[in-house]
């Protein structure tokens, strides 16, 4: 009797990882936090101790939610890649707890360019805002308990639930998660 052939170890990419700053993630998106190089609105109310600056521009179609999501430390490995067609998602520290993230710039093809991706580190003092269609993996904790805010529509995570997940990929009306392994036989190792 024949047996299987044991699936082939997967081809490991080496992607450094890079101090996250505004010029470095433009690509993908836009950082959230404090930049005096935006003026304030005029808002007039609390006698000037409130300064209001919009620093991102935000965009959805459909119902947002702010899930609050717990991670613990995980290999820095990235075998999915994800994309959202409907809505800018953003991932918020509320600890200040350093995270890695790794994305690629938005495309029209079914799968990110591996040649484009990029990981940075984020030490925990601003949050991020990606463009509509970047391609990215959720963040991972460099510390365990590291608490993230994430902003994105209900369709996105209504997305990942078990339900829509056929293969180890995921499809949504604004969502769409792709295997790395299994499609092209490769994992993304992130090098501090």
């Not at 930049?35 to 179609?61: N, S």
């Not at 590291?146 to 499809?171: F, S």
Request: hydrophobic content about 45%.
């Amino acid at each position: 009797m024949a047996t299987a052939a044991a699936p082939a170890a997967p081809r490991i990419i080496d992607v450094p990882v890079r101090r996250a700053t505004p010029e470095a993630l433009a690509p993908y998106g836009q950082v959230i936090g404090h930049d005096p190089k935006v003026a304030p609105m005029p808002i007039d109310f609390y006698d000037g101790a409130a300064k209001v600056r919009r620093v991102v521009d935000f965009r959805a179609e459909g119902v947002i939610e702010m899930p609050v999501v717990t991670l613990q430390r995980r290999p820095l490995e990235v075998r999915w890649m994800e994309r959202h067609f409907k809505h800018t998602q953003a991932f918020v520290s509320l600890g200040a707890k350093p995270f890695v993230a790794c994305f690629a710039p938005p495309n029209d093809r079914e799968l990110p360019d591996l040649d484009r991706v990029e990981a940075f580190l984020f030490d925990g003092s601003a949050g991020f805002m990606m463009h509509i269609g970047t391609w990215h993996e959720f963040p991972f904790a460099l510390v365990d308990d590291t608490v993230l805010m994430v902003i994105l529509t209900k369709a996105a995570t209504d997305g990942l639930v078990r339900d829509n997940v056929i293969q180890d990929e995921a499809q949504g009306e604004d969502l769409d998660k792709k295997d790395l392994e299994a499609r092209l036989g490769v994992r993304l190792a992130l090098r501090l």
